[in-house]
Every structure is written in structure tokens, then in C-alpha cells.
């Protein structure tokens, strides 16, 4: 089965012993349930970790409305945008002072290179996120669907450690940073 909103769905219903969906809009109360939790909880997930399957750049284009206060210059944030990660120039994808508000990045810069999360489709997501996105699904769709608070509990204990397994498979995808500008190495001398 392609991975998609409701294959993810129906794995986190089987996992709490609920029967799978055909469609999240067919009327069932599993359907319900998955159709108004999946959305928040995949963004959620999306946004906790830079993944890297899920990090993009992009120049920002800048918008002719100049904002009231604080800052010289107004850029519309990109379509599937969930959270910056950080903000520079061209060449350079952070160092500027910057605000987001509504779907607007505001700044003094002249330009905006943006470092950020955005929403992929599900069919990008690799096999660690996916397994990490079905256990809190099934974390989440427990107490509404089985009333079973301690199986929710345990639920969500699972989902905390395939989330970390999914964060230290993500981190191996590069190389390790390293420290620049560090005030201690550079009075060393």
C-alpha cells in the first residue's frame, strides 16, 4: 500500500485492535477521529525536528506592503511552510534578525535566503517518521476511540521512543556541525 494519510491512519487503528478505514470521510467513528487528529498531529511531528527530509531553502519573495513597526521590509513565507529554522542572505542561510507574524517574515534585510520545515507529502516520508507518526497516532486515537486511558498512556510512551529512534536515524543523515565563532576556542588563541 503507497503511503498516504490513510494508510498511516488505518496502521494506527489496527494498532490499537480498531478496524482499519476505506476512507477518513466514510462516517465511522474511526474515520472521525483520524480525519480530525491526523492533520495537527502530522504537523506537530513535522515541526519538533529539522528532518531532513522535511528542510527546504528558499529565497523569499518580498511583498510591497512595508510593515508599521520594527522592520524595514515584509516576505511571503513559502506555501507548506511549519517553522523556521533560520534566516540570511543569499550565500548565507542565517545570521539576520527577523520576526515571523501571520504568514510574513519581516526583517531589514534587502533579502531573504530562509532555511525552514515544510509539509511533504505523505509519500515522502521515510520509514523511520512514518513508524514515529503511526505510533502517536495510535497514542492519540486511543482514549477517543477505546476510552482506555492507561493504554493511551502506555501509547504514548512507545510513540516518545519511536520518535527518539526517528530523530537519531534523521541526525545520521549529515555530516556533525561545527562550532563557529565560539568565544572560549577563539581566546585561546
Known sequence: MALSA?????RALLRIGA??????????????VAANLYPGTRDALL?????????????LPR?????????AHAFQLPA???RALSAGTAGRARGIVYRIQEDRLFTDAESVALTYVFRPDESAFPPFFASALVARLAAEFC???????????????LAEAELRVARQSDSQQASARVLEG???ISVRG
Open 6 to 10: 490513510l494508510a498511516l491512519c488505518s
Open 19 to 32: 478496524q482499519p478505514v476505506a476512507s477518513l470521510d466514510e462516517g465511522t467513528a474511526e474515520a472521525e
Open 47 to 59: 515541526s519538533a525536528h529539522p528532518w531532513s527530509f522535511a528542510t527546504a531553502q528558499a529565497a
Open 63 to 71: 511583498l510591497s506592503a512595508v510593515p508599521r513597526a520594527d522592520f
Open 80 to 82: 507548506g511552510f511549519l
Open 143 to 157: 482514549i477517543p476511540l477505546t476510552e482506555n486511558s492507561s493504554r493511551a498512556e502506555m501509547l504514548f510512551r
Open 182 to 184: 565560539f568565544p572560549l
